[in-house]
């Protein structure tokens, strides 16, 4: 494991990192309440499995984690469903777009991961039939994964996706003529919103995904999110299918498994050794952050560390 002083050098560091990489790219303007988002913001905060912690920039101000929440989501329906949930939704990576109906289509209904826009969108059903309040439910078991009771969705981020969800739409009534949406529709469609409007901190969402880099126990207050094989399939996802149809770009320059979401964050795991968040709100063309795969390969490179 890297020492303190290791990971103080390269935090150190991520200011001339960050001078050296052009800030290309456009923020997702397509969802109106990103679209006024200051594109120039970055925050990077690692926390390690020992509760040192490490951040740069803008790791206090809050943005919308957006698809990142998928994997919680997923989290918590893997220890409802068990190896039932694969057999509505598979693991394997996409290779296109988040949101491909052809894709889905080919499938017969069954989308390829359950990070994939469908896949979630399959979640957020399998969901809403196990659970009694489901908005309320996943709020609280997120609470409990990192600790941090003031984690919240936002109603203003959640009514600008349901206004632009044409697309996610049209995938959900897809899937429902298929036989693979059990809900109704509109019902489904609002807890995925809700779901993709959660708004944390870089330093709320390395503490929300800790319990990945420690067989699924939260080293910072101890409890269990879910079994040691649970989050090992689950970072394996991340790993194969997190970035869409840059994953196998992201495995190849970072090494690690990550989620990145159009509001411009990323999340990583290293397994046994720390969980770490960057945020920087420009997105490349596959709609993951620019700077912030940038800046994560900067640390692993530095660091000489990869799950490989």
Known sequence: MRNDAGYKNIFSGIADELNNIENIGAVAAYIPKLRDVDPNKFGAHLLTIDKQHFCFGDSSEKFSIQSIAKVLSLAMAFELEEDKLWERVGVEPSGISFNSLLQLEAGKGIPRNPLVNAGALVIS??????????KRELIEFIKMASGNTEIAYSPAIAES???TGFKNAALINLMKSYGNIKNDIDTV????????SI????KEL???????SADGVNPLNGNRVTSASKAKRINAIMQLCGFYDEA???AFKVGLPGKSGVGGGIIAIHPGVYSVAVWSPKLNSKGNSYRGMKILEY??????????
């Open 125 to 134: 059903d399998i969901l809403v039939s196990r659970l009694k309040d489901p």
């Open 299 to 308: 640390l692993t490179t530095r660091t000489e560390s990869s799950i490989f």
């Open 189 to 196: 469609l609002d807890f995925y919103f809700n779901l993709c």
């Open 206 to 212: 390395a503490e929300a995904f800790l319990f990945l």
């Open 199 to 202: 708004e944390m901190n870089c």
């Open 248 to 250: 196998g770009e992201f």
């Open 161 to 163: 996706e349901k206004l």
